[in-house]
């Protein structure tokens, strides 16, 4: 879906780099409180690219993490968080902050993949296979199908295609992390979150991991939260700086890095702070 100009993601900062993009979720005026009070995200606008990858940076503390669990409702899990605003995931144009919306099912719709990879205690087929049981899937041969393709997607299929039946903590870190992905897009989910996918891993894990978002964004738009500049640059089309819980500045990731118009960007990109 097109947006015209006039409604274009990020009016404030650089509204024009969407224009002709097909968003596939858009933050607007998004603000978002702790049950505490503390005021973590401040009146957000900012569009996904629709299978693309939005890389999000910042300073330690900046809301990176707040901003990226809006996306799938994690915030509800804890009483007395309050969001302000939108997010609208197309098609349908749905406000997925919506009072009357399930964030059961905004969970189907868009996954998340943690710093730490965190598998089940269970085996490796049933950890890939738990969001199709959650959803009602009964059918053996469709969840086997599901199983396959998710853990292909997630380029684990070969490694694992024999030991299904093996508890998932019997892997590497770098297999856990792809099976926590596969487990995600078993539920062909539209928009996958990724926060700070490979802290936790090794270089030769982390290329895969890196390779993966590259090939997943054909099939997935992605939104992933680094503290890695390198890797921000390496796999996003699209890169958001945020400071303080406010969005400094948004654009195509080889604009900001090499050439960012606010200097708040500029101070962070050279290690200025943070
Ligand atoms: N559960 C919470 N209750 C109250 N305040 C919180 C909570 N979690 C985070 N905050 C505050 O919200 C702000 C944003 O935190 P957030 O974790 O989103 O930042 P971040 O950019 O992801 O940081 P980091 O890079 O260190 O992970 C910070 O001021 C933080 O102290």
């Known amino acids: 879906m097109l947006y015209p100009a006039s409604t274009a993601p990020n009016a404030a900062h650089g509204s024009e780099i969407l224009e002709h993009t097909e968003i596939k979720a858009q933050a607007r005026n998004l603000n978002f409180f702790y049950a505490g009070g503390v005021q973590a995200l401040k009146s957000i606008n900012l569009g996904l690219a629709a299978n693309s990858v939005t890389a999000l940076i910042g300073p330690s503390g900046c809301g990176k993490s707040t901003f990226l669990r809006c996306f799938n409702r994690m915030h509800d899990l804890y009483p007395g968080n309050r969001y302000e605003g939108e997010i609208v995931v197309n098609p349908g144009g749905i406000n997925i902050l919506g009072a009357d919306i399930d964030p059961i099912e905004v969970r189907m719709r868009i996954s998340m993949v943690f710093q730490k990879p965190n598998p089940f205690p269970k085996t490796i087929y049933e950890n890939v296979a738990y969001g199709l049981r959650v959803r009602g899937v009964r059918q053996r041969a469709l969840i ?3 199983v396959e393709e998710a853990l292909r997607g997630a380029a684990l299929w070969e490694e694992v ?4 039946q ?7 870190g770098g297999q856990q992390q792809r099976l926590c992905i596969a ?7 539209e928009i996958l979150l990724f926060d700070e ?8 894990a982390t290329d895969s991991i890196e390779d993966l978002i590259g090939q997943l ?5 992605i939104l ?10 390496r796999v996003s089309n699209h890169t958001a700086f945020m400071h303080m819980g406010e969005l400094v500045e948004f654009g195509p990731t080889d604009m ?13 990109i050279t290690g200025r702070y943070g």
């Open 256 to 268: 900001i890095f090499t050439n960012p118009k606010v200097k708040r960007t500029e101070d962070y």
């Open 197 to 204: 996918p490979t802290s936790a891993l090794d270089p030769i």
């Open 166 to 172: 093996q508890l998932a903590f019997n892997l590497s």
């Open 161 to 164: 295609k024999d030991r299904l």
């Open 217 to 221: 964004k054909n099939k997935v738009t």
């Open 144 to 146: 086997d199908e599901k």
């Open 183 to 189: 487990r995600a897009l078993a539920t062909d989910p």
């Open 224 to 233: 992933i939260v680094t503290h890695n500049m390198h890797q921000a640059a």
